[in-house]
C-alpha cells in the first residue's frame, strides 16, 4: 500500500522569506502523481501545484515550485516571497496514474501547518 | 461556478441519530468521493464512486452508506451516529475517460460534525 509522510507537523517562515516543505511517499508504482493541497483555515482544500512522475521536469506555478526526486521518493514544496495569506495546512498527496478501473483516490499525508510571521 | 457544494456546513447529533450528508457537482464529473479528516490528520477516503450506480468503499467505510443515482450527487449516510464519527466530512470529485488521467480532484468546503 502507499504512504505519504508529512515529517514537519509545524513549520515558520517570515513574510518574503522562503520556506520548504517535506514529503516523502512510498510506493512500488513507477507512474504516479503527485500533489500538494493548500488547506486555510476556512477549511477549503485548494490545489496548489500537481506533478507527473515521468516528467523529469519540476513543475512550477509562480511563486510555488517542487523538488521532485524520484529515485529518493521524495516531493518537497518550495514557497519563495511568502505571504500572509500563504499561511494555512499543507497537505502532500499520492494518486496512481491507471485508475481507470479503481479507486484514483488521492492518499494523504498528515500536514504541516505553516505560519507565516510579518 | 458552484463546483462542489456540500450541505449541511455544520451539524451536531445525538449518538444514535442519523442524518445524510449532502454532496452535488456540476461539472459533469464521472469520479465523485467522501473523505474524512479527523484532528491533526490527513483525509481518508470513506466512498468513491466512478460513475451514476457504482460505489465501492473505500479506506474508513464502517458506519457509512453512499447512493449515486446521478451524475450530480453523490449523498452520504450515517445510520446510527457514533462519537467516533465526529470528524470533518469533504466530498470531492475528477473527471478521467481515459486510463490514464492528470484531472486533480475538486473539493467542497467540508461539513463539519459533532455526535454528542
Known amino acids: 500500500a502507499q504512504t505519504v509522510t508529512q515529517s514537519q507537523p509545524e513549520m515558520s517562515v517570515q513574510e518574503a522569506e522562503t520556506v520548504t516543505l517535506s514529503c516523502t511517499y512510498d510506493t512500488s508504482e513507477s507512474d504516479y502523481y503527485l500533489f500538494w493541497y493548500k488547506q486555510p483555515p476556512s477549511r477549503q482544500m485548494i490545489l496548489v501545484i500537481r506533478q507527473e512522475a515521468y516528467k523529469q521536469q519540476n513543475a512550477t506555478e509562480n511563486r510555488f515550485s517542487v523538488n521532485f526526486q524520484k529515485a529518493a521518493k521524495s516531493f518537497s514544496l518550495k514557497i519563495s516571497d511568502s505571504q500572509l495569506g500563504d499561511a494555512a495546512m499543507y497537505f502532500c498527496a499520492y494518486r496512481r496514474a491507471n485508475y481507470g478501473g479503481s479507486q484514483g483516490n488521492l492518499i494523504f499525508g498528515k500536514g504541516t501547518k505553516l505560519s507565516v510571521k510579518p | 461556478n458552484a463546483g462542489v457544494t456540500q450541505t449541511p456546513k455544520f451539524r451536531i447529533l445525538k449518538i444514535g441519530q442519523s442524518m445524510t450528508l449532502q454532496c452535488t457537482q456540476d461539472?459533469?464529473?464521472?469520479?465523485m468521493y467522501w473523505y474524512r479528516q479527523d484532528p491533526g490528520m490527513g483525509l481518508k477516503l470513506i466512498y468513491y464512486s466512478v460513475g451514476a450506480g457504482i460505489t465501492d468503499k473505500g479506506e474508513v467505510p464502517n458506519g457509512y452508506n453512499v447512493s449515486r443515482s446521478t451524475t450530480e450527487d453523490f449523498p452520504l449516510r450515517l445510520e446510527l451516529a457514533a462519537p467516533s464519527q465526529t470528524s470533518v466530512y469533504f466530498c470531492?470529485?475528477?473527471?478521467?475517460?481515459?486510463?490514464?488521467?492528470?484531472?486533480?480532484?475538486?473539493f467542497g468546503d467540508g461539513t463539519r460534525l459533532s455526535i454528542l
Open positions: 461539472m459533469n464529473h464521472n469520479y
Open positions: 470531492a470529485s475528477s473527471y478521467s475517460r481515459l486510463a490514464y488521467s492528470n484531472q486533480p480532484q475538486h
